[in-house]
């Protein structure tokens, strides 16, 4: 291995806080990715890794090294493609994750345009409803939906989804149609959680100069989209969701919208990154295109 291939080694063994999770996302041996980190610890005549048996971490002196050999990476993978015909071939492995609803109704759909224009790339898309954690997880971006909840990421807002709540015609035909807010204490909503356990906080609704939420009772609890949109279809209650997934559905009069005047907050669309001088150009290409793709979808922000 040269020096460069070294430092992306302990880069990534730093990242992941594990050897053998290392070797997994760089495809190399153990005992490969151990050399690496132990060559460099030589050349440059300091511990960079602490390990016990239960846990790798970065020394005082591995954590300032890594800082700046991730720039110095970035800088390396910016200066190979610099000279490269057109300067629009993009060459490696791009990691991204979305929410999975996101990935499947705009962005898979699209993407065989976006390989075709770059076919030397590589693209890992991870799509889920959970939050991953772009620096241990090895991600080069990661699209949210709603709030970001990490100000150690760099942003980049996208516009907002409009919200607007909806139910199917089978439901509002055994419960009738709601028209105000007092009404919907003969209803059902489908409540939506990250993660099962929580408590929905309710029906979200403007209240003032911001929005309040209503308790509302309902039979089910969900933790992902795909299930949130199966179970509105099914007439198991009302749905908070956005309004650029169900227009399919509304168009087909498979949904329908209730309480027009009671939408929800808009939720905001972003794209985090992790912190670094320069972006490697397949990143800042590939962001430039989620921008394009979902404009006709977000409203400003």
Same mark, same amino acid.
């Given at each position: 291995?040269?020096?460069?291939?070294?430092?992306?080694?302990?880069?990534?063994?730093?990242?992941?806080?594990?050897?053998?999770?290392?070797?997994?996302?760089?495809?190399?041996?153990?005992?490969?990715?151990?050399?690496?980190?132990?060559?460099?610890?030589?050349?440059?005549?300091?511990?960079?890794?602490?390990?016990?048996?239960?846990?790798?971490?970065?020394?005082?002196?591995?954590?300032?090294?890594?800082?700046?050999?991730?720039?110095?990476?970035?800088?390396?993978?910016?200066?190979?493609?610099?000279?490269?015909?057109?300067?629009?071939?993009?060459?490696?492995?791009?990691?991204?994750?979305?929410?999975?609803?996101?990935?499947?109704?705009?962005?898979?759909?699209?993407?065989?345009?976006?390989?075709?224009?770059?076919?030397?790339?590589?693209?890992?898309?991870?799509?889920?409803?959970?939050?991953?954690?772009?620096?241990?997880?090895?991600?080069?971006?990661?699209?949210?939906?709603?709030?970001?909840?990490?100000?150690?990421?760099?942003?980049?807002?996208?516009?907002?989804?409009?919200?607007?709540? @909806?139910? =199917?015609? #089978?439901?509002?035909?055994?419960? *009738?149609?709601?028209?105000?807010? $007092?009404?919907? +204490? %003969?209803? &059902?909503?489908?409540?939506?959680?990250?993660?099962?356990?929580?408590?929905?906080?309710?029906?979200?609704?403007?209240?003032?100069?911001?929005?309040?939420?209503?308790?509302?009772?309902?039979?089910?609890?969900?933790?992902? @989209?795909? =299930?949130? #949109?199966?179970?509105?279809?099914? *007439?198991?209650?009302?749905?908070? $969701?956005?309004? +650029? %997934?169900? &227009?399919?559905?509304?168009?087909?009069?498979?949904?329908?919208?209730?309480?027009?005047?009671?939408?929800?907050?808009?939720?905001?669309?972003?794209?985090?990154?992790?912190?670094?001088?320069?972006?490697?150009?397949?990143? @800042?290409?590939?962001? #430039?295109?989620?921008?394009?793709?979902?404009?006709?979808?977000?409203?400003?922000?």
């Amino acid at each position: 291995m040269d020096r460069f291939q070294d430092l992306r080694v302990f880069t990534r063994v730093a990242e992941l806080a594990s050897f053998t999770a290392a070797a997994d996302q760089l495809g190399l041996p153990k005992a490969s990715v151990s050399t690496a980190v132990k060559r460099l610890e030589e050349s440059l005549g300091v511990l960079l890794l602490q390990r016990t048996t239960r846990r790798v971490r970065p020394t005082p002196e591995g954590r300032a090294f890594y800082e700046r050999g991730k720039d110095l990476l970035a800088d390396l993978d910016e200066m190979t493609s610099m000279f490269q015909v057109g300067g629009e071939t993009l060459t490696g492995r791009l990691r991204v994750d979305m929410p999975s609803s996101t990935a499947r109704k705009f962005v898979i759909p699209r993407l065989p345009e976006f390989l075709a224009a770059h076919p030397l790339l590589e693209v890992e898309l991870s799509a889920t409803d959970r939050r991953v954690d772009p620096v241990r997880e090895g991600f080069d971006c990661v699209m949210r939906v709603g709030e970001t909840g990490d100000v150690s990421l760099f942003a980049r807002g996208l516009g907002a989804f409009a919200i607007i709540n @909806a139910a =199917s015609p #089978d439901y509002l035909a055994r419960h *009738g149609t709601p028209r105000t807010l $007092a009404d919907l +204490a %003969g209803h &059902r909503l489908i409540h939506y959680v990250p993660v099962l356990g929580g408590r929905s906080p309710g029906f979200e609704y403007p209240h003032g100069d911001g929005f309040a939420a209503l308790p509302m009772g309902g039979a089910l609890t969900v933790n992902s @989209a795909e =299930s949130y #949109d199966a179970a509105c279809l099914a *007439g198991l209650g009302i749905v908070q $969701a956005p309004e +650029a %997934g169900l &227009r399919a559905h509304l168009e087909a009069g498979r949904l329908v919208e209730v309480l027009p005047d009671l939408r929800p907050e808009p939720m905001p669309v972003t794209l985090l990154y992790p912190q670094r001088r320069h972006l490697p150009r397949r990143t @800042a290409v590939f962001m #430039d295109w989620i921008q394009g793709i979902m404009a006709p979808y977000l409203e400003p922000r």
